[in-house]
Each structure stands twice: as C-alpha cells, then as structure tokens.
C-alpha cells in the first residue's frame, strides 16, 4: 500500500542537508511540471536498443522483427501489412465462427480486419456475413451447388444469400487445412510467416493486448472470443528450399505460446478465471492407455488435458508422473508481455516476468526422444477466432447442474452443458464491436549468440567411408532433426503407425513401424523413400539395415514412382530380432525415370505381417563409382558438400555456423561464436562510480544499473523491500527526485526505468546536471504499491561526460507517480 510522509521531514529532505545510500550528497529542487509529452510510452520498449538481450549470462541478437509502424501510440498513419513478413490465411478449423478476409484498413477504411496504425497491428472481428467459397472450376452452374453459379469457368457463390458474391473479400485457402466455412455470421484477421519468417530455436518476445481491454477496469467481458499467437512446425506442406516440407498435423508439432479464452473471465461459469492459456501437441510415441495406441493412426500428445491428460514433458522431465499446464489470470485491459526461449533441450513460455529479467516462465517442456517436432524450424501464427471449441465451448461437455452454469443459461442436459460453438455470444456488436480486436505492439525474434547444436551426419551417408556423402536418400539414419524423420508409411488396405524412436548405441535414432493390418498384398502397407531421378546406364547399389519383433522375410524393392510402378529390383531379406544388414546385389538401369526404395510389410505369399514390429535405420541408394550428394543433415543453409548449398538466407541474415539463418552480428559474419572481446550485457555494479566509461576492448560504453535505493538524494521517498532488483523505492511524487552522482553518459544512448504503479499516466524527467534529456512515461497501470508489476519505460538520451543524474517526476492526479525499482542506461 501507499505510506503517507510527515510534512517536517519533506521540507527538511529536500533541502538537501542529509541523504541515503552511497555517493555524494545532492539537493534536488522542486520544478514546474513538464507538459505531458505527445507520444505516451505505455511501458514501451521500442526507444530503447532491442537488438541486444542477456538471458542467464548469454547474449542473445535479434534476428528478425516487426514493430508495426514504430512506437506504440506514436501517431503513424495506416500503413499496410509487411508482405515480406506475413501473409493471410482462411481457414475452417476448431467450429470458428469467422471468416478470414484479406481486408485491410488502407484499402477497406469502413469494413477492415488488419490495421497497422499508431505503432501496432489490430486485428478486427466484425459482425458481418461473407461467403468463403472456395474457387471451384465448372462447366455448368449445376455443378455450383445452392445458390451458385458457373461464370467464366468458377462457381460464383452466394451460399448466406446475402446477394453479394464476396469471395474476392476472403483471404485465400492454401489446403493445408480444412476449408474456410461458408455463410458465417463474422470476419476477422488470421496472419502467418509460413515461407516468410521460419526459424528453429532462439527467444521470442510479443506485446500484445486482448479483446474488450477498452472496456472499463473490473468489467466482465463478453463471452465468444479467442484470439492466439503461436507457431507451427515450418514443415507443414508447403516445399521451401528445395526441401521435402508435406508433414500433418499434429506431426509439425503446434505450440500455443498465447491463447485467451475470453469466455473463462465470467465468474459464474469459471471462477477460478485461468483465461490466459499456453499449450503445445505433438504427436509421440503411444504410451500405455493412450488413445493414440489404438490400430490405424495416431493422436495428437498435449501439455492440456485433451487428449491424453498431459505428458511428462509438461513439466521439464521426460518421465515420470503426467503434467498438465493450467491458464493463467491476467488483468485483459493492459498490455501483456510474452517471452518463448527455445532450445535443443526445451522451451519456456514467459508471461510479463521475462527471462531477461530473471523472471519465472509459467510452462516449462523437455522435448525427449519423442517431441522431435520441436527440434526443427516453426512459423508464427497470429488470430483472432470468434467462437469455436475454446471461444464458446471451453471444454465441451462442462459439467453442471443447472443452466446458470452454462454460457448463456444454455440447456443443462443429463449434467452436461448444452453449448454450441456459438452458444456463447453476447457480444453488443453495435456498441462494443470497435472493441473485439487483438492488438500486438511487436514481435521479435532472438538467436543465441553461442548457435546451437546441429544434429551429426549419419554415417549412411558416406556409403564409401571417403567422407563425402554419396547417398541418394537423405536422413539415411532418421537423425536429422527437423524433417519428418521418417521415411513415408503408406497404406493400401493396410493399416499401421510409425515413429522415430532412440534406440541408443550403434544405431540410435531409428524408424519403428507397427502393422495393425497387412492387408491383401504385399504393397497393402508401405515403408518408402521416394522421387529420386535415376539414370539410364548407371549400375546403383542399395542396402538397409532391419530388425523385427520376430524373425520373418521381408521384400525391399526399387521401383518405378509412377504408373506402371515397373519393378527395376528386388530382394527378400531373411529378417531376425536382431539387427540384419540387407545387401542385394547391384541393379542397372535401362533408362531415366524416378524411383522409390520400397519395404513391402502388407500380407503377402503367405506371409502375415499383421500384429508385427519392425525397426529400420540406414538406407542407402547410391552408384558404385560414389558420386557425390549433397549433405544437408541438420542444415538449412550452407555449403552442401558437392558444390551446392542446402538453402539461401533472406535479406537481413546470414547463415550461421549450426546451419540456420540468423543475425549478421550473432556471433560475427558467419553467425558462429560470438567475439570474446563482445561486452556482457548482463547487470554491471551498482556501485561502480564511473559508469557508462568505454570498455577499452570494444570502445563501446558498457551498460550500468542505478538502484533507486542507492540515490544519492533519497529525500524525497521511502525505500522497501520488493522490487525484481534490491529493493523498491515508494511515494515518488511530481518534483520528487532520485539523483545520482559522478554517473559518466559518455557512449550511452537510452535509459530504462523499472517502475510500477496502480494507475496509469505516470511521468518523469530524466535531467542531466539540470538540463532535461529525455521524459518517461507509463500509460498503463500494472499494479498496487506493496507488490506492483515492475515494467520498463525508456527514452532515448544523447549527453556525455560525468555529472549528476537525476529522475524527477511530474505531478500526477493520484499523488505518487510510481514505485522505481532501478534506472538501466546503454
């Protein structure tokens, strides 16, 4: 809480005969209050360097970003979406209630979704019916369903007879994932970096605020929307780089770093609130009483309840009791900040505590053997859904005893809520609808200085032992650690599952594959490699390496990858429950063509391959004279070895030594490791008195923290225990002044305040030897006095030389500007 000071000790501190703390002593004067700047900060970052982070004592550098427009509220006019960085998806998923346009503000200025204006992107839900049709070519308007009709060769829609056909209003459908859903009711705005913006590992960081934050301070919101900010795996369908890029879902792995169930702030149908949400699905190996056990396919693996009650790996382990993580409450009407460090080992999802600052991550996952989804490049997702599972229905099926518990006294049936997907709406779209908007300040995207690691070259992939690779097959030995990971299991009456799994020692990472049902031919169920041009009048030579649950012949062929699928070899390997090196001889072909390395696991020739295991590592396929192939393992950049690369950087990044894209200046021009003359960005000594001198190995200024309780003036306020940096400095009021002595500003270019208050519009000046250089500002409230939300504020500063250095703040309504915990200068 606020502490009150006696009016004698006021007068008598700022007259400046006594002071706390270190340094020399100082009289601050009361000042006229400066006017309140035209540009309000709100806790912003975007004047201080963001190029740069310290995370536990590793530099981290920023690699790519989007600030739409520059400083949040800083006035910018509507600009259009960066096309480099992000491009619009429709799609129908989770019983979504929208529409996803492709309407923007600069364009669309009464009916937009996406608005890049004041320093932010909105993304807009509106109340307005569109038709998504997907484009479907015709001969004939019989052809076009309910109310469409065939016009220069595509069905022209009008399935929400709305008498317009809108589907040039929609954002396009790449088939990636169920088809947008025609005759909705709402528009809004889905974003994704897929092909853009792709990288594996590093530090993300957003700010962001939710639907309805406009609203008044203690008002519950709405029921119905469920914006998101989150990633999925950069293999999901698309080819990039020349790379083989056709996996599912949930085999790309997904993982949910925000997402916000509006519906759970309404205190009767969810008390414990927990709107907040984080989450991640993969798919993994099936564990004992899984749903994913079951013959014919799999299911997904989450951090949530659904569908196998957690994982291990929910809580930093990989085995052990199942984990599940819960949402979190946060206060929706502020700005909230997210931070998502990414390594080979894990991930951890930050909410505001980031860890830069040391702060505590709310979820913590270990990837393990069987999350490799997580070792490989992800893409952004931003959206802002209306309805659907998590919108409306929270978990389908809530529990209840009467309708009161149900969103919108729905039917409470046999103790189950009776809901729908839209169910849940209450929106005033008249009145509140400008409000139904997800709102992001940023997105960045930090590398590790340090790189990290990449995975070995499997030694199938130099069939020669010469050191050059000369397989045709690439992953060979199922080690790479960002692709599939498996050679293709493919059905033809059969059925079955398969995974990668660690078998440690001589061949660790190896493909396993489970046959529920063989079916009525050999090739009812297929492992297989497959597009590889061969050359007429070339001699191949293939092997593979299998191990099965029980000794049994297993055919291997290579074969045409088009119709008439014409045999050019094959071989029956006698099988064991050990390791078998299967080497058929050496095949010719006649002519050029494309192929595949084709294992026959259906039932066939009197063989059963139903209920049987088999294990599979170290493919090859290469000619007897060993020509070159290109080895990429691990690499999505880089020299290949023959002469190529394995993939070219977008502008702004080069390709690092661990074979990804990163920032020129992470660990030098190749990326690699980072100078060791490059200064610690970490938290200097508070006590070193000629802060921000130049550090003689870099020339660059070396960054410097002053303690609010280390003042030289503390004569104005009360120090207490609690803030993230020793302690916290409390009933900081306009003309109050924290100042500090013989503080050198050379080389030094911004100053970051750690602050907090419970009401909003706080300001101070930064003055320098009693010349003003810059003003700080927090427009958002984060909290009550004794344990505030500690933010940063920033302003750039341009001054040199050593002087006295004092934060002075401007009178406010409530009294107290804010608590100061400490002042950051770089």
């Not at 989770?94 to 979704?113: F, G, I, K, M, V």
């Not at 803030?723 to 100053?751: R, Y």
């Not at 002087?803 to 002042?823: A, K």
Request: glycine residues 14%; contains cysteine.
């Amino acid at each position: 809480m606020r502490r009150s000071r006696k009016a004698w000790s006021q007068a008598l501190m700022h007259c400046g005969i006594w002071a706390l703390g270190l340094g020399m002593v100082g009289c601050s004067s009361k000042k006229d209050p400066a006017p309140v700047p035209a540009v309000c900060q709100e806790a912003a970052l975007e004047s201080a360097d963001t190029s740069k982070i310290n995370v536990a004592g590793e530099p981290y550098t920023l690699t790519w970003g989007d600030d739409f427009g520059g400083t949040l509220n800083g006035g910018q006019p509507k600009s259009r979406l960066n096309a480099n960085f992000w491009g619009k998806e429709n799609l129908g998923v989770n019983y979504e209630l929208q529409a996803y346009t492709n309407r923007e503000c600069t364009d669309h200025p009464a009916s937009w979704n996406y608005c890049v204006e004041n320093g932010k992107l909105t993304l807009l839900a509106r109340q307005e019916p569109l038709d998504c049709v997907v484009w479907q070519q015709c001969t004939a308007t019989s052809q076009c369903g309910v109310n469409g009709t065939c016009s220069n060769g595509y069905c022209l829609n009008d399935q929400n007879q709305n008498g317009v056909w809108d589907h040039d209003e929609c954002a396009p459908f790449n088939g990636l994932a169920n088809a947008p859903v025609n005759g909705t009711k709402y528009t809004s705005g889905r974003l994704s970096s897929d092909e853009k913006v792709e990288f594996r590992y590093g530090y993300i960081e957003f700010r962001a605020r939710m639907p309805f934050a406009e609203l008044p301070a203690g008002t519950t919101p709405p029921n119905g929307m469920w914006p998101a900010i989150w990633l999925l795996g950069a293999n999901n369908a698309i080819t990039n780089g020349g790379r083989e890029d056709t996996v599912g879902w949930p085999m790309n792995g997904e993982i949910d770093i925000m997402e916000y169930s509006q519906i759970k702030e309404n205190p009767i149908l969810y008390p414990l609130n927990e709107a907040m949400g984080l989450n991640t699905l993969w798919r993994e190996y099936p564990e004992a009483g899984e749903l994913a056990a079951s013959p014919g396919g799999w299911q997904p693996n989450a951090c949530s309840s659904w569908p196998n009650n957690g994982d291990a790996k929910c809580d930093d382990t990989v085995g052990g009791a199942r984990a599940t993580w819960a949402g979190q409450t946060i206060d929706y009407h502020q700005w909230h900040t997210w931070g998502f460090l990414w390594d080979e080992n894990g991930f951890k999802i930050y909410i505001d505590d980031l860890p830069q600052n040391g702060g505590t991550p709310v979820g913590v996952f270990s990837i393990g053997d069987d999350a490799t989804e997580f070792r490989q490049p992800m893409y952004l997702i931003l959206n802002n859904a209306v309805g659907g599972e998590l919108g409306c229905l929270g978990w389908s099926g809530r529990t209840c005893t009467s309708s009161a518990q149900c969103a919108n006294n729905a039917a409470c049936v046999n103790g189950k809520c009776d809901e729908t997907p839209g169910s849940c709406l209450n929106i005033d779209w008249a009145a509140h609808g400008d409000k139904a908007k997800l709102e992001v300040d940023y997105v960045r995207w930090y590398h590790r200085d340090s790189g990290y690691a990449q995975a070995p070259q499997a030694a199938c992939q130099n069939g020669d032992g010469t050191g050059s690779a000369d397989n045709i097959i690439r992953n060979c030995g199922f080690n790479e650690d960002y692709t599939y990971h498996r050679s293709d299991l493919f059905f033809e009456g059969g059925q079955g599952i398969s995974d990668i799994r660690n078998e440690g020692g001589a061949h660790g990472y190896v493909q396993w594959v489970r046959v529920d049902n063989g079916g009525w031919q050999g090739y009812s169920v297929q492992v297989r490699q497959e597009g590889f041009t061969l050359q007429g009048g070339t001699t191949y030579r293939w092997k593979v390496d299998l191990k099965a649950s029980e000794a049994i012949p297993v055919p291997i062929k290579i074969v045409e990858a088009q119709a008439p699928w014409t045999v050019a070899a094959v071989f029956t390997c006698e099988v064991g429950t050990t390791w078998t090196t299967c080497a058929p001889p050496d095949f010719h072909l006649p002519s050029t063509n494309k192929y595949k390395f084709e294992i026959d696991l259906g039932n066939s020739g009197g063989v059963n391959y139903t209920g049987k295991q088999f294990y599979i590592d170290n493919m090859y396929l290469g000619t007897v004279a060993h020509a070159c192939q290109p080895e990429c393992t691990g690499k999505l950049c880089g020299e290949d070895g023959c002469g190529g690369t394995c993939g070219t950087c977008g502008q702004g990044t080069v390709c690092a030594s661990w074979g990804q894209c990163a920032a020129p200046a992470s660990g030098g021009p190749d990326g690699g490791t980072p100078d060791a003359g490059t200064p610690d960005a970490g938290t200097p000594d508070a006590g070193t008195p000629d802060a921000g001198t130049p550090d003689a190995g870099t020339g660059e200024a070396t960054p410097v923290r002053l303690e609010a309780e280390n003042a030289t003036s503390l004569d104005c306020c009360e120090a207490e225990p609690g803030g993230d940096s020793g302690d916290k400095v409390v009933s900081f009021e306009g003309g109050d002044s924290l100042c500090w002595s013989n503080v050198n500003l050379s080389g030094l270019k911004t100053a970051t305040a750690h602050v907090g208050a419970p009401h909003a519009h706080g300001q101070a000046q930064l003055e320098f030897n009693g010349t003003v250089i810059g003003t700080l500002a927090l427009c958002a409230a984060t909290g009550g006095w004794s344990s505030p939300h500690l933010t940063d504020i920033s302003t750039a500063i341009s001054a040199s030389g050593t002087g006295t250095l004092c934060l002075t703040g401007v009178s406010h309504p409530e009294g107290s500007v804010f608590s100061v915990d400490y002042l950051d200068l770089k």
